[in-house]
């Protein structure tokens, strides 16, 4: 099937830092989407992205569709201890089931 | 509030014991999905469902079967467990019938170890 190549796999950051991350595909997505999975828990949807090049924000966390609908990106500004976790891109193309990255797991240091 | 609710948050089973993982929403929502996270796999597709009594194959069935025998459950079964089975196992629904949509709801996991 489809694959989503995501990275870095993993980061330790300060607090206080600013973090990005990515996703790409050789396959065109429609939509692309970030979920964010808290310790212990599922993952929660943060973002969702339906155009080239849109650029949308949920509070400290950016998002970008890229213009050949292929990658998108997620930038988490002045980090916070709750940050932690791990952070997955999915794509959605046609009638198929969300296409999901292997997750980027984020930890920041106090 | 939307909630998705696994039946159990840890199991341990033997080798070739048949498994049941119990998966309920309550948001009359049309679609449910079983996935196994894995790490460095990240969330894997193993089947899912649009409608009561319909289940589609995802990317990894192999070794899996599902029921959907009322709109509001979705039940995993491993008909003999493997210890490659270990894994975190995610149930997750999304409202729209037959096209998907961006927002899942998932349930918290359940963390299977087959010994």
């Known amino acids: 099937g489809q694959q989503l190549n995501q990275s870095p796999q993993s980061m330790f950051i300060q607090e206080g830092e600013d973090v990005s991350m990515n996703c790409t595909s050789s396959s065109i997505f429609n939509t692309w989407l970030w979920y964010k999975q808290d310790p212990g828990e599922g993952p929660v949807l943060l973002i969702a992205?339906?155009?080239?090049?849109e650029l949308t924000s949920n509070g400290r966390l950016t998002a970008q569709f890229g213009i050949t609908r292929k990658d998108s990106f997620l930038n988490i500004s002045a980090s916070i201890p709750s940050d932690v976790g791990i952070y997955f891109c999915?794509?959605?193309?046609?009638?198929?089931?969300?296409?999901f990255g292997k997750g980027t797991r984020l930890s920041v240091i106090a | 509030d939307v909630k998705v609710t696994q039946s159990s948050r840890y199991l341990v089973k033997r080798t070739g014991e048949k498994v049941f993982l119990e998966c309920v929403q309550d948001m009359d929502h049309e679609n449910m999905f079983w996935y196994r996270q894995d790490p460095g796999l990240g969330l894997r597709l193993i089947y899912f469902?649009?409608?009561?009594?319909?289940?589609e194959k995802g990317d990894i069935p192999e070794g899996y079967s599902v029921s959907r025998e009322k709109k509001e459950r979705f039940s995993l079964i491993l008909e003999s467990a493997s210890t490659n089975q270990t894994s975190m196992y995610l149930c997750a629904s999304s409202l729209t019938g037959r096209g998907f949509e961006e927002k899942l709801f998932f349930g918290s996991g359940t963390q299977l170890s087959v010994l």
């Open positions: 992205l339906y155009k080239a090049g």
């Open positions: 999915a794509g959605l193309s046609g009638n198929t089931p969300l296409v």
């Open positions: 469902s649009y409608d009561v009594k319909m289940k």
